[in-house]
């Protein structure tokens, strides 16, 4: 069974930092493309970064390109997301996602003063 646990979420003023983790299981993480998107309220779905595992490469959203970063731990089998410079509007629950389809629950990042 696919699962994908987020952590790391919470609040933050504007300007500060936070890093998401998602931990996977179920899955050859080390071969899989795994995404961030995010949910502000009462907005759509926003894709944030991807990054596929297998070659390193790394795609980020003109929004948060600059000041986030996506990497993986293959030993570990978690994504993460590193924010920097975090502004109001980033404020959102954020899904990792895996290649196949399959979503975390969400952690909810706010960023507020």
């Known amino acids: 069974e696919v699962q994908l646990v987020e952590s790391g979420g919470g609040l933050v003023q504007p300007g500060g930092s936070l890093r998401l983790s998602c931990a996977a299981s179920?899955?050859?993480?080390?071969?899989?493309?795994m995404s961030w998107v995010r949910q502000a309220p009462g907005k759509g779905l926003e894709w944030v970064s991807s990054i596929y595992s297998y070659s390193s490469n790394t795609y980020y959203a003109d929004s948060v390109k600059g000041r986030f970063t996506i990497s993986t731990d293959n030993a570990k089998n978690t994504l993460y997301l590193q924010m920097n410079s975090l502004k109001s509007e980033d404020t959102a629950v954020y899904y990792c996602?895996?290649?196949?389809?399959?979503w975390g629950q969400g952690t909810q990042v706010t960023v507020s003063s």
């Open positions: 996602a895996s290649g196949l389809g399959s």
């Open positions: 179920g899955f050859t993480f080390s071969s899989s493309a």
